[in-house]
């Protein structure tokens, strides 16, 4: 299993391109399976995107990237087959969005149930109840959801009764091809729900924002062939920021648009990090004197969970207490551990962690437990002045394409160990 050796206390400097959104790319992806022929750009060749295309293969799709310009031409001429299974699907919670597609064309999808998560239980309840509006039948039989619509899957009305960005994508994908009109309401408003359906109005869908959090659909037949470039992934761009933040580097992080990631970039100017914001492209320069701050996860356009991890190294940085409030996921405090055993003071009580401010993080022998603690020892093993290997890397490598490669161009001592 890969490994990263890192010999911290070096400044990020110079400038990296942010990659395509992988959180924008896996519903567009599955969506994929309405029409026939798509090409996509600004792909990032990440293990996830290979787990949803190994999916998509083994239903039918044929498949063909270009890894030079990160381009993925996918050809749906031919029927699927409508049986997503585990091996699939167990790796990957986002393989559920098949089903929404395969049920809107075929009338018909076995797909596994997504499985156990490191974050949290991860239900799918919200997309399953919605599916049953539009008239579909579900049973949950030996781990697969069997869902069949005989005559079609039909426009409803459906409220979410909390806030799911997978549940809003797989509808919207579902309702495309529905027959009627579907109004969603309390959805997601995450850019890449926005990107996706971007993408679904270029195939030819009739989609329409009514407001921040309602959507109308009205299903059609036939949905045509596109080009469509993927946006930048502000996950990784904000991971870049801390991470520059962090070291008190000066990094020119580029190809994203700062408007889109305005929580964050106010976040980190409240701690005392200078960022200077351009079109397509923000400076961060870090600064000796971090102040502590208070912040909650929310759903968009609140401070995402998927930088909560990564926030929260910068926050031993400070002077002063912090506290994260964690309301998306149970169980998203796993770094925890492994950030105290680096040093810090991070003291968790259920939702609430509270991190004492003024540590200097050691260097030590890390173990990554999902996507994005993966990344937050990365900075805290970057901003530490000693060695730090971590191991289990391929939750990083699920993720965040060319991390070490990228870092190593801003001047990180890094390197990957077979
Ligand atoms: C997506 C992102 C993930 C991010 C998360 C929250 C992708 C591929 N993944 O995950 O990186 O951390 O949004 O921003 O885009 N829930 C239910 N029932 C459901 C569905 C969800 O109770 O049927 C709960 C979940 O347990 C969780 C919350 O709703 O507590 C939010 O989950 P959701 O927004 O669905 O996350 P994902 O789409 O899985």
Request: glycine residues 8%.
């Amino acid at each position: 299993m890969d490994k990263l050796e890192i010999i911290g206390g070096r400044t990020l400097q110079g400038s990296v391109e942010v990659s395509g959104s992988k959180n924008a790319s896996l519903p567009i992806l599955a969506s994929c399976i309405l029409t026939n022929k798509v090409v996509l750009k600004n792909v990032p060749l990440v293990t996830d995107i290979q787990t949803m295309l190994n999916l998509l293969s083994s239903i039918g799709s044929k498949i063909k990237i270009n890894h030079q310009n990160k381009t993925i031409k996918i050809d749906n001429s031919k029927k699927h087959k409508t049986v997503a299974k585990y091996q699939l699907v167990k790796t990957m919670r986002a393989g559920v969005l098949v089903l929404g597609p395969l049920l809107a064309k075929y009338g018909k999808a076995t797909v596994s149930l997504p499985g156990g998560c490191s974050i949290g239980p991860r239900p799918i309840d919200l997309h399953i109840s919605a599916l049953k509006k539009m008239g579909a039948k579900i049973k949950i039989i030996n781990g697969y959801i069997h869902a069949t619509a005989k005559y079609g899957l039909k426009g409803a009305k459906i409220n979410f009764k909390k806030i799911s960005v997978g549940a809003t994508e797989n509808l919207i994908i579902a309702a495309c091809m529905a027959n009627g009109k579907t109004i969603l309401t309390n959805c997601a408003r995450e850019p890449e729900i926005k990107d996706l359906t971007n993408f679904l109005v270029k195939i030819g869908s009739k989609i329409r924002w009514i407001n921040k959090r309602k959507v109308e659909i009205e299903g059609v037949k036939k949905l045509n062939n596109a080009n469509y470039s993927i946006m930048f992934d502000r996950i990784e761009a904000g991971t870049l920021m801390i991470a520059a933040a962090a070291t008190r580097g000066s990094l020119a992080i580029k190809k994203i648009q700062p408007r889109i990631i305005n929580k964050e970039i106010d976040i980190l100017k409240k701690m005392g990090v200078k960022i200077i914001e351009k079109k397509n492209k923000i400076t961060v320069i870090g600064s000796k004197k971090l102040r502590g701050i208070k912040i909650n996860t929310l759903p968009y356009p609140g401070f995402p969970t998927d930088l909560q991890a990564q926030i929260m190294v910068l926050m031993c940085r400070a002077i002063g207490n912090s506290k994260i409030q964690e309301n998306i996921f149970e169980n998203r405090f796993m770094h925890v551990a492994e950030l105290n055993r680096m040093g810090a003071d991070i003291k968790v009580k259920g939702k609430q962690a509270t991190i004492i401010g003024n540590k200097k993080l050691s260097g030590a022998e890390l173990m990554a437990t999902d996507l994005r603690a993966s990344a937050s020892l990365v900075i805290a093993a970057l901003a530490s002045s000693e060695k730090s290997t971590i191991n289990r890397i391929y939750h990083l490598d699920r993720g965040y394409e060319k991390m070490e490669k990228k870092l190593l161009k801003c001047g990180a001592h890094i390197r990957r160990v077979k």
